[in-house]
């Protein structure tokens, strides 16, 4: 366990030594204000609700998310610090899980960052926190999905660039899967089973119900297999390096 | 400390290390001399745990390497193939890490950074961050952190390669004052390292060991060893022909023994004959062999060869 922070904390100190952190938390915070009060009509609502905000996480984490994963296993792999990291009394699965931990508490933190959100709902009229509190998990779950993709495109190449576009492609499978235009155009030749099962396994469909408020078993087992599997795929293109 | 058995690895069709054993015990450093895709950095990889082998086994301090990852890396100390670390860190904070992954904590922690700090000379860097650091400064960071929990077994991939001649200098003084109670294996192609550091060598060509010995047996292996070169004022070739196979070098004679071991008796012979012959002498040496020699014959593939 310590050995994991250790790792963890290596890493979130090294999101900090270089711009990339303050790029990203700026630019994650002006367009999630960008989205959600220009695009997302957030006055125009008349609702006291984040549903403006939130809806546009899944298209906002397709292209930030990646930029935080792509760093993580690539980085080590080019400047061969993977090398000595794994040579270290850790085993694998332990650095695996310790960088994705750290970059998913990055991640969390400009989350977080986002409260001026909730307290503008707040002074503008009567929201459902409880709603909001969903949906924050909700986001929070959602981007550790992407991570966790974006975490196992890293390991595939020493090449960042590489790494992104593979990122954004697998989290855009992620949300198309789902998305209406895309269900819409399947019912016109799948049975309703096979649409039904190509939805499930889309990050929106299961977005969706935090945003209702709902914190339901099913969709939090659905981010966790996500992310646990895409750990575990981490691992094994991992072990494939090392073999040579 | 260190016992190899068998050990294959192969990559596609190619076999990169090809049948390797050896052993490395405890106050011996082990010079692993090998052409460039020989086969070093990948057995030294394995060795650490970073590369599983195709077959085989790599021992480490009693522990399967395979079997038990952890215990056996616990006992080593890396310093990887051009000194990789972590460039955004600063030397400090790079070493307050490798001693944490150590499972050193607070006061441990302090007290093994100080003392590979002054083991390496860190002490006026070590607020700078790494990607500023000279080569020679970033390969001292990165053996400071594989000494940094006074591992029982040290393993260097070309700790030398980039230094200037002052500073490889020293990192040869200061593996042999660390050979001194660890097991040592460390690569190189610079042979006049394995006089300064090794207590023995291990030459290594296309994944097969080709030679094992102490610097001096390498040596002998040399066709120059034990000749005799002299360079005197009247000296022939025909008077010298008696002793042995004579060459003409610029301006001076060498002479083979006939046997590889009568060396000290072809010195004398010389000298007696000089002595009888009256001939001015202006230098007398008798060759130790050259291991750049040796190198070169055992590993230049069979086409070169003259």
Redesign the interface.
Known sequence: M??IW??AK?EL??YF??PVAYVFLVIFLLLTGFFTFTAGNFFERGEASLAAFFGWHPWLYLVLVPAVGMRVWAEERR???M??L??????TWQAIVAKFLASWIFLALALALTFPAIVTVNVLGEPDNGIIAAGYVGSFLLAGAYLAVSCMTSAMTRNQVVAFILAVVMCLFLILAGFNPVTDLLTRWASPEVVDTVAAFSVVTHFDTFQRGVIDSRDLLFFLSVIGFALFATGVIIRGH??? | MIRIENLVKTFGAKRAVDGVSFAVERGEVLGFLGPNGAGKSTTMRMITGFMPPTAGKVAVGGYDVAESPLEAKRLIGYLPESAASYADMTVRGFLNFAAEMRGLHRAARRKAVNRVVELCFLESVLGQSIDTLSKGYRQRTCLAQALIHDPEVLVMDEPTEGLDPNQKHEVRNLIRKLGKNKAIVFSTHILEEVDAACTRAIIIDRGKIVANGTPEELRQMSALAGAVTLSADGASAEKLSSLGRVEQLDGAWRIYPHEKGKASELAQAVVELVAREGWKVEGMYRERGELDEVFRRITLPDTVKQ
């Open positions: 310590r050995i250790t790792i290596r100190g090294a030594t270089s400047s061969g610090t090398e000595l794994l040579t270290m009394p850790v085993a090392r073999s040579g």
